[in-house]
Structures are given as C-alpha cells and as structure tokens.
C-alpha cells in the first residue's frame, strides 16, 4: 500500500458560507464528506484528514538564514488555495484516484492526488 495526500483546493477569497452559496449547500457537503470519512475509515483507507483555517491566517517561517523569518499571511497569493486534505493508504494510483473522485464530489471541490515519496 502506498500513502497518497488528497488534497482539496478552493476559492482564496469566500463567503459566509465557505465557497457554498447557502447555508443548505455547506451543511449537505459537510455531512456528505462525513459520510465519506465514515467510508474510508471503514475500507481500510484513512490515514488522516482535516479542514484548514482561511489562507490569511498562515504563517510562513523561513529558518534558512542565522534568525528565522516570521512573515504573516500565505506563502503565495493566489485565487485558489489549499482548505483541507486527507491522507489515504491506498494499494495503487487507480485506486487513489476514485476515492478523490469520490472525496471531490462529497465536498463539492477539487481534488488534487499526489504520492508521498516514501514512508518509514
């Protein structure tokens, strides 16, 4: 098996309802990537998952020099960032790519799939 982060992109700048456009919209796509989860943990997939707070309240730390770099705000300023994610054990990319298919239409966004490099 291999780890694959599922990563779910979406608008930078959002309404009171995230990128929904009702109070309905957001609280069916929340309880649907519930159920989502629910599917992961229960086929043996789920590693880890989570919800991101807004890009503005990022910090980026640049370390590289003599005295870390505190910089406020997101390391790139884009139209779209990153909001939330989940990490799956999967056997193969196939299968990685119909669970994000699955992922994408639950929160109604996104989804990008990348491999991890390796695991220890």
């Known amino acids: ?34 159920v989502f989860n629910d599917k992961l943990r229960a086929d043996g997939y789920w590693v ?9 309240t990022a910090t980026v730390v640049d370390g590289q020099g003599d005295t870390p770099v505190l910089t406020d705000g997101p390391y790139l300023e884009s139209k ?24 994408s239409k639950a929160c109604g966004g996104k989804v990008e799939v990348r491999p991890f490099e390796g695991i220890a």
């Open 80 to 103: 779209e960032v990153l909001g939330g994610f989940w990490v799956v054990d999967a056997p193969d990319l196939d299968v990685a790519l119909r669970l994000a298919a699955e992922g």
């Open 48 to 56: 880890f998952a989570g919800g991101l707070q807004p890009a503005s």
């Open 1 to 34: 098996m291999s780890h694959y982060l599922l990563a779910v992109h979406g608008p930078a700048e959002m309404n009171e309802f995230g990128n929904y456009g009702s109070k309905e919209e957001m609280e069916a796509s929340f309880a649907a990537t519930g």
